[in-house]
């Protein structure tokens, strides 16, 4: 089956969304910013967020000097899962220490632009806006030091290098975004 959303290699939708930090955040003013932006599909609820939410910080760490940020985005239906409202996000962002900024798309049409499914799933965007990876953070889950493929830090050091990306698409694994 085909994926809908923003091919790798197309310019990603832009948006304006509302973060836990009480501003409004517009992704054309992170990619003035930043060489690299990680927008990553997450949620409060998910098993899988929570194994790779410590690898997550560490990669905004290790990148963030370089030219990096990631931006989490929660798109999930909070009347379904109310561990998934906006006032828990702030919760969950503050008991997680979140070193990026968590956004939440409450009509869901960001997630369905990008064409996200699964929490958490990462896009990978150049300074231009362009999709460069799509996917998985990296090949275990369970487990972080059985990781022997690191999808995402290898495409964020691939691009900031200025090179092509070698590995541009995985499948992402984790909870299904929750739609209304």
């Not at 003035?32 to 560490?58: D, I, S, T, W």
């Not at 968590?102 to 150049?126: H, K, M, N």
């Not at 990306?165 to 984790?174: C, D, M, Q």
Request: proline share 3%; glycine share 6%; charged share 25%.
């Amino acid at each position: 089956m085909e994926k809908l959303g923003t091919p790798i290699g197309s310019y990603a939708p832009d948006f304006e969304l509302p973060g836990v930090d009480g501003s409004v955040h517009h992704l054309a003013n992170y990619l003035k910013r930043f060489q690299a932006v990680g927008v990553v599909f997450m949620c409060n609820h998910c098993p899988y967020v929570r194994l790779y939410l410590e690898r997550l910080k560490q990669i905004q760490d290790e990148f963030q000097k370089q030219g990096l940020t990631l931006i989490g985005i929660n798109a999930n239906d909070d009347t379904h899962y109310p561990d998934d409202s906006f006032e828990n996000m702030k919760q969950f962002a503050a008991d997680n220490q979140l070193n990026f900024s968590y956004l939440r798309d409450v009509s869901q049409d960001v997630a369905r632009s990008f064409g996200a499914e699964r929490t958490p799933e990462v896009f990978l965007l150049d300074q231009q806006g362009v999709v460069r990876y799509d996917g998985a953070i990296d090949d275990n889950a369970q487990d972080a030091n059985a990781v022997k493929m690191s999808y995402l830090k290898d495409a964020i050091a691939e691009l900031l290098a200025g090179h092509a990306i070698t590995v541009a698409s995985t499948e992402a694994i984790g909870c299904s975004v929750k739609w209304r």
